[in-house]
DNA sequence: AACGATTTGTTCGTATGTATC
DNA sequence: TGATACATACGAACAAATCGT
């Protein structure tokens, strides 16, 4: 009897989830249903200590509230994978590879027009390298495969880019660089980002993330966010991009080595 | 109006938990003190929308709950940062570049004596290439980086490597490979895993992972889990290795191309 | 050691609103 | 339209942990 009640209701219909008793899709029993089943004696537990037990199982995870309706179990979604690629050729830039990954898989992208913005913010302008108080020009993007909405991206180039030719201020400008970012730099402005460092992240969605990806205010999804710094030759960051996606969605492969071909 | 009392509540709390105004180590007001401050001319908000409010800051890892104490601020965790390094060269094994980088940072790395399992595992099975209803070899590991729980780890090999070479059954031995176990199989038993695969997953933790990590019920935290196959020279996966890390103590790091060093 | 005050934890109840069928 | 089910908000009682007197 160590565990309180509401506990004790959640671990057991959460062990039914985890052995297939409960397949996803299926409602739960209903709320009344539950408070006669654990309750002993004909007697029935509170409604709130149900309620209890279910929003433990919301949180994590297993199931979903849908008002009018009942609780369901979860089915896992099929992931797109993207192949993290280690070696930036000049013909084989991000977007290009990321894009044709995509199609590989047989899936439609599409990209939002970016919302572009010059903003103050430090935190940014430190990653950049750039003095306090700099500007940082943001550009920022959704991205859906198949319709559904799959990834945020915001990008943050150092305001002097401007300076560095005629072109620069396209940056400025809320139409999609049709031909890839890194590809638009190097072209237009001489600009060659000769590598790039991530730091991968996973954690909880924010509510704007949860908005855009469709996800109940209740369900917990684990969130990836890779933070991109770009480099040109002389070791100075030209660019800081920061991209979230929902983990239930996506999944990331890494090869080192020789490995053999996919499929 | 759009939000709901409990959420408003917990936003504003959450603000000046990151905005400072309320640090690190420090009480929140007392349930009472919050139904007052919250509730409009006089009137008290009830004390179960505040404990509403104060478990999505819990869930959030915000703030922590002593009973018969109060609320307290919870500090941010300094993450381990984890370079995923591209090249495997034959003299800088895995295990060991991860403990050189530990070191790097000033960590004590402690890992626990393996648990090694004969297993009848399909999935894996399917994974190493074997026939269905083949055997493999499971060495799991606990690792802690400064007393602390950071990563599970579990291992698992083809029950055929046992028939290359007469030092194999080490594997079987729950003892440390203390050379790292990829030198073990290259000086032992004279199998090269010359590259390997990842695929990078983020997930909640289960009911054993909350367990080992020392998270508590309630806390909300994302996983990574890595899957890496490790192939040798013709081909062929000999290991496949499964490891989670709770993301608030852990972040990887990936470079490509060239990157100015670290610091 | 004993007690009371304070604080959070759990369980019960009620009422009202909203979404769905 | 009514019935059902979940969401939010409130109130109350008792338990358990903590702290100071």
């Given at each position: 009897?160590?565990?309180?009640?509401?506990?004790?209701?959640?671990?057991?219909?959460?062990?039914?989830?985890?052995?297939?008793?409960?397949?996803?899709?299926?409602?739960?029993?209903?709320?009344?249903?539950?408070?006669?089943?654990?309750?002993?004696?004909?007697?029935?537990?509170?409604?709130?200590?149900?309620?209890?037990?279910?929003?433990?199982?919301?949180?994590?995870?297993?199931?979903?509230?849908?008002?009018?309706?009942?609780?369901?179990?979860?089915?896992?979604?099929?992931?797109?994978?993207?192949?993290?690629?280690?070696?930036?050729?000049?013909?084989?830039?991000?977007?290009?590879?990321?894009?044709?990954?995509?199609?590989?898989?047989?899936?439609?992208?599409?990209?939002?027009?970016?919302?572009?913005?010059?903003?103050?913010?430090?935190?940014?302008?430190?990653?950049?390298?750039?003095?306090?108080?700099?500007?940082?020009i943001?550009r920022?993007?959704?991205?859906?495969?198949?319709?559904?909405?799959?990834?945020?991206?915001?990008?943050?180039y150092?305001?002097?880019l401007?300076?560095?030719?005629?072109?620069a201020t396209r940056l400025l400008?809320?139409?999609?660089?049709?031909?890839?970012?890194?590809?638009?730099?190097?072209?237009?402005?001489?600009?060659?980002?000769?590598?790039?460092?991530?730091?991968?992240?996973?954690?909880?969605?924010?509510?704007?993330?949860?908005?855009?990806?469709?996800?109940?205010?209740?369900?917990?999804?684990?969130?990836?966010?890779?933070?991109?710094?770009?480099?040109?030759?002389?070791?100075?960051?030209?660019?800081?991009?920061?991209?979230?996606?929902?983990?239930?969605?996506?999944?990331?492969?890494?090869?080192?080595?020789?490995?053999?071909?996919?499929?």
């Amino acid at each position: 009897m160590a565990d309180p009640m509401y506990r004790r209701i959640a671990d057991d219909l959460s062990r039914q989830i985890e052995s297939g008793e409960l397949s996803p899709g299926m409602p739960l029993k209903s709320e009344v249903e539950l408070r006669e089943e654990y309750g002993k004696d004909g007697t029935m537990v509170s409604r709130n200590t149900v309620r209890d037990a279910i929003k433990l199982l919301v949180s994590r995870g297993q199931v979903e509230t849908r008002p009018g309706q009942g609780t369901f179990v979860l089915r896992k979604v099929q992931p797109f994978i993207t192949r993290l690629t280690l070696d930036p050729k000049p013909g084989d830039v991000e977007d290009t590879v990321f894009k044709s990954e995509a199609e590989r898989q047989g899936r439609e992208i599409d990209d939002s027009r970016p919302r572009v913005e010059v903003q103050l913010a430090d935190d940014i302008v430190a990653r950049l390298e750039l003095g306090k108080g700099a500007q940082v020009i943001s550009r920022h993007q959704q991205r859906r495969i198949d319709g559904t909405p799959w990834s945020l991206q915001t990008t943050f180039y150092p305001m002097d880019l401007l300076q560095r030719g005629p072109d620069a201020t396209r940056l400025l400008e809320a139409t999609s660089i049709e031909e890839g970012a890194i590809g638009y730099l190097r072209t237009h402005l001489g600009i060659d980002q000769v590598g790039w460092r991530d730091t991968i992240i996973a954690r909880l969605p924010t509510a704007q993330e949860r908005a855009f990806f469709e996800l109940s205010d209740k369900v917990q999804v684990a969130m990836f966010e890779f933070r991109r710094t770009g480099y040109e030759e002389n070791g100075k960051p030209i660019r800081f991009t920061v991209t979230v996606y929902p983990a239930d969605r996506n999944q990331f492969e890494l090869q080192a080595g020789r490995v053999p071909s996919n499929e």
